[in-house]
């Protein structure tokens, strides 16, 4: 098939390469312009970009598509029969959603209806979801409110983080497009019942509050994992919870209280956490006993 391609992250990559090497023809891809990298350095391409040009692919970085009338024109005189979306970024406005034969085909990253919008692996897992999955839709004007090509459920694993599950779930979005544009499934409306949204995050949303419930800390450090992460202070320094689990016993202590050398730490409800590997900004990660001793930290230390 013709096909146009449009995504930007790590997500969309196996998607694009599973189309290439399945024969169709990729007449152009969309993602996101180059960016600064960190700390001011040079402009950094997307993991899109850069698969693309490795296969040898015609790249286009708009930076708006809304109300730009010559990409709409462009995109309708490339004659495709469907286009292919993963995570791309931009909304697509109807002239485009409108101009392949068979429509825009969405890789959704959760069982639609249940969260749509910009972070459903991450939502997922913060609510403690048993499951997970992906789901193809062809694209109207709304936010993932299309109607249903094609489902596949995924488990959540009691450790999984949002790196883990991501991995899985592009593997199966692959797939997934493959089959909705091979056999070419009736469009199944979304059920009005069960709508949830995950919006998008900011780094902000990953500091911790001690007096949330242990077990929920736990699903934020693994949701969180590894953008925007999980961060906590300590006396005058902010430092990153790499990964942590809830340990199966109640204290008194008041929230955000070191209980032992070892990382344990009072939660809300009476719950208790268990540090695993920490980070200070600017040095490399450590197991939770080693970083205490570092910082000189004993029990009765507080976390803020």
Same mark, same amino acid.
Not at 6 to 34: K, M, N, T, W
Not at 87 to 92: F, H, M, S, T, V
């Given at each position: 098939?013709?096909?146009?391609?449009?995504? *930007?992250?790590?997500?969309?990559?196996?998607?694009?390469? %599973?189309?290439?090497?399945? %024969? /169709?023809?990729?007449?152009?891809?969309?993602?996101?312009?180059?960016?600064?990298?960190?700390?001011?350095?040079?402009?950094?391409?997307?993991?899109? /970009?850069?698969?693309?040009? #490795?296969?040898?692919?015609?790249?286009?970085?708009?930076?708006?598509?809304?109300?730009?009338?010559?990409?709409?024109?462009?995109? #309708? *005189?490339? %004659?495709?029969? #469907?286009?292919?979306?993963?995570?791309?970024?931009?909304?697509?406005?109807?002239?485009?959603?409108?101009?392949?034969?068979? &429509?825009?085909?969405?890789? /959704?990253?959760?069982?639609?209806?249940?969260?749509? &919008?910009? #972070?459903?692996?991450?939502?997922?897992?913060?609510?403690?979801?048993?499951?997970?999955?992906?789901?193809?839709?062809?694209?109207?004007?709304?936010?993932?409110?299309?109607?249903?090509?094609?489902?596949?459920?995924?488990?959540?694993?009691?450790?999984?983080?949002?790196?883990?599950?991501?991995?899985?779930?592009?593997?199966?979005?692959?797939?997934?497009?493959?089959?909705?544009?091979?056999?070419?499934?009736?469009?199944?409306?979304?059920?009005? @019942?069960?709508?949830?949204?995950?919006?998008?995050?900011?780094?902000?949303?990953?500091?911790?509050?001690?007096?949330?419930?242990?077990? @929920?800390?736990?699903?934020?450090?693994?949701?969180?994992?590894?953008?925007?992460?999980?961060?906590?202070?300590?006396?005058?320094?902010?430092?990153?919870?790499?990964?942590?689990?809830?340990?199966?016993?109640?204290?008194?202590? @008041?929230? &955000?209280?070191?209980?032992?050398?070892?990382?344990?730490?009072?939660? %809300?409800?009476?719950?208790?956490?268990?540090?695993?590997?920490?980070?200070?900004? &600017?040095?490399?990660?450590?197991?939770?006993?080693?970083?205490?001793?570092?910082?000189?930290?004993?029990?009765?230390?507080?976390? *803020?």
């Amino acid at each position: 098939m013709r096909l146009a391609f449009f995504g *930007s992250p790590e997500f969309a990559v196996p998607a694009l390469r %599973g189309l290439v090497d399945a %024969g /169709h023809e990729i007449v152009a891809v969309y993602c996101q312009p180059p960016k600064p990298a960190e700390r001011g350095l040079k402009e950094t391409k997307c993991a899109v /970009h850069r698969a693309a040009e #490795a296969l040898g692919l015609t790249v286009r970085t708009p930076t708006r598509l809304r109300t730009k009338a010559e990409e709409h024109g462009f995109f #309708a *005189s490339l %004659g495709l029969d #469907a286009a292919v979306i993963a995570a791309y970024g931009l909304i697509l406005p109807k002239p485009m959603l409108e101009a392949p034969r068979r &429509g825009c085909l969405n890789i /959704h990253a959760s069982l639609l209806p249940r969260w749509r &919008g910009a #972070a459903p692996i991450q939502a997922a897992i913060l609510a403690g979801d048993a499951e997970t999955g992906v789901t193809i839709m062809r694209m109207d004007e709304g936010l993932d409110t299309g109607p249903m090509l094609l489902r596949e459920v995924v488990p959540i694993g009691p450790r999984d983080t949002a790196a883990t599950l991501h991995d899985r779930l592009a593997e199966v979005g692959a797939r997934l497009v493959l089959r909705a544009l091979a056999e070419d499934p009736p469009a199944i409306p979304q059920p009005a @019942e069960g709508v949830t949204y995950a919006p998008k995050l900011s780094r902000t949303d990953g500091v911790i509050d001690w007096t949330r419930p242990a077990p @929920e800390i736990d699903r934020k450090v693994r949701a969180f994992d590894p953008w925007p992460g999980t961060t906590a202070r300590i006396g005058t320094e902010t430092v990153k919870i790499l990964a942590a689990e809830t340990v199966e016993e109640r204290c008194e202590a @008041e929230p &955000g209280t070191l209980l032992d050398a070892a990382g344990r730490i009072a939660c %809300g409800e009476g719950s208790v956490l268990r540090l695993l590997r920490l980070q200070r900004p &600017g040095r490399a990660a450590q197991e939770a006993g080693a970083f205490l001793r570092g910082l000189r930290l004993s029990p009765g230390a507080r976390f *803020s």
